[in-house]
């Protein structure tokens, strides 16, 4: 039993009235973020061009709070007079808008500062009409509809009903293992979603088999190669779309676009085109990722240890070549969805070192080749002279490489180091030496 915060996603059937209520209180969020961007970033021009003018510090245009706490009580004082419509939608909508914007200038100075990890982060931009419909609720009457699996409730908006049942939320509300935290309310190519936020109490079963050892191989023309032998087919749904995407964009071509250069607004044929383009890439998308979800809980609820490798997938993507089979693929989603749910099914998830040679190294013998082409795709080994399918063989390298971890024969190639509760990092080590554990930079 362990309780995590958990989001469920439904997708919406509102009428033309609550259509309207919603795109309005999407629109309010976008504009109290802009209103607040316009206001900080007038402040720090103005500090900054008195700067030029070597003004002293204590003499500068006093800075403005950019706390959600006091953009939300400038936003309180100033609301009658820039926006004397407020009123039309929930309070709550103006809130989520300054918290991302409080959030969106946190992080950009501390990337600036060198408080933040990753890469670098840049200033906040205004929003435009069509980037990211969304608003989230965090108080107020918002939740299921009591008694009716159908519906959900969003204040001043009311019931909506749903295209599904809510019943799986539903049950743990009524049983008191869930607690609902926030709604977020998105379109996505046409559609309104709604979201909640719950902190749920899952039980879920242990592995079927949970001394057992799994190393997963992911590649482009296999899904992924389980060291057990097992092949996942790779369903390429992007590339059976690309047919109709490509005579949907030929078309899009042939039509009146927009033109920010000579103020030319598109015309309804190419909106109509693009609105369908968009929906084929929804659906490309929502068939991976079921199918990523229905690979990762069966590998979850069978085995008790998974074993991936910490692909760079952003320098994969480099290679024009290979780049769109590699999107098509989601080989960052699936180590998402592997890590979060070893933890409610608990089992372990290990990642092995970027640098572990898997493919160069012969699962038999344990020698390493110096070089592999990527065209090869049956590994011959040299020493013992072992033919296997170049996948599988990467496959079972990754399952030997825990066998410490797991509690099997100790082995002298590798050193674990436990970084987080769901994640172990194995680091190879020349034979028969061992070293201090390493931190890892994604923790």
């Known amino acids: ?249 030929r078309q899009a071509a042939r039509r009146t676009g927009p033109d920010t250069r000579t103020g030319r607004t598109p015309s309804h044929r190419w909106r109509r085109t693009q609105a369908r383009i968009a929906v084929l890439h929804a659906r490309v998308a929502n068939a991976r990722r079921d199918g990523l979800h229905k690979l990762t809980t069966g590998l979850v609820r069978r085995f008790g240890l998974i074993v991936l490798e910490d692909l760079n997938v952003s320098g994969m993507m480099r290679n024009r070549r290979l780049a769109r089979h590699i999107a098509g693929v989601g080989m960052g989603e699936l180590r998402r969805q592997a890590g979060y749910k070893t933890t409610w099914g608990g089992g372990r998830l290990v990642v092995a070192d970027r640098w572990y040679p898997s493919s160069k190294t012969c699962s038999d013998c344990g020698a390493v080749k110096a070089k592999l082409l990527l065209r090869v795709r049956v590994y011959h080994c040299d020493e013992c002279g072992l033919v296997l399918d170049r996948d599988l063989n990467a496959a079972r390298n990754l399952a030997a490489l825990v066998d410490e971890l797991a509690g099997d024969t100790s082995t002298a190639s590798c050193a674990g180091t436990l970084n987080t509760p769901m994640e172990t990092h194995v680091r190879p080590t020349p034979c028969g030496q061992r070293v201090p554990p390493r931190e890892d930079p994604h923790h």
Not at 133 to 138: A, D, E, H, L, Q
């Open 1 to 249: 039993m362990v309780t995590v915060i958990q989001a469920y996603r439904f997708a919406l059937d509102p009428t033309a009235g609550q259509r309207a209520a919603l795109r309005s209180h999407c629109g309010a969020q976008r504009y109290a973020f802009n209103w607040g961007l316009a206001r900080i970033k007038a402040n720090l021009d103005q500090r900054a061009a008195e700067k030029t003018y070597d003004i002293p510090v204590d003499h500068l245009t006093a800075s403005v709070s950019w706390s959600a706490y006091g953009l939300r009580k400038d936003w309180n004082q100033a609301k009658d007079e820039v926006a004397p419509w407020w009123g039309e939608n929930s309070k709550e909508a103006y809130s989520s808008g300054l918290a991302n914007l409080a959030t969106a200038l946190t992080n950009w100075q501390g990337s600036r500062t060198g408080g933040r990890r990753g890469p670098p982060v840049r200033f906040p931009r205004f929003k435009g009409k069509r980037a990211g419909v969304s608003c989230r609720f965090t108080t107020g009457a918002f939740g299921l509809t009591d008694g009716d699996r159908r519906h959900v409730t969003l204040p001043r908006i009311g019931t909506v009903r749903t295209c599904e049942s809510t019943r799986k939320p539903a049950r743990h509300v009524e049983c008191g293992t869930a607690r609902i935290r926030s709604a977020t309310v998105s379109c996505r190519s046409g559609r309104w979603f709604c979201s909640f936020s719950v902190e749920n109490t899952r039980t879920d079963p242990a592995p079927t088999r949970p001394g057992t050892v799994v190393g997963v191989d992911l590649g482009v023309t296999s899904l992924a190669v389980l060291s057990t032998g097992e092949v996942i087919a790779n369903p390429k749904h992007l590339e059976v779309a690309q047919r109709e995407l490509r005579r949907l964009q």
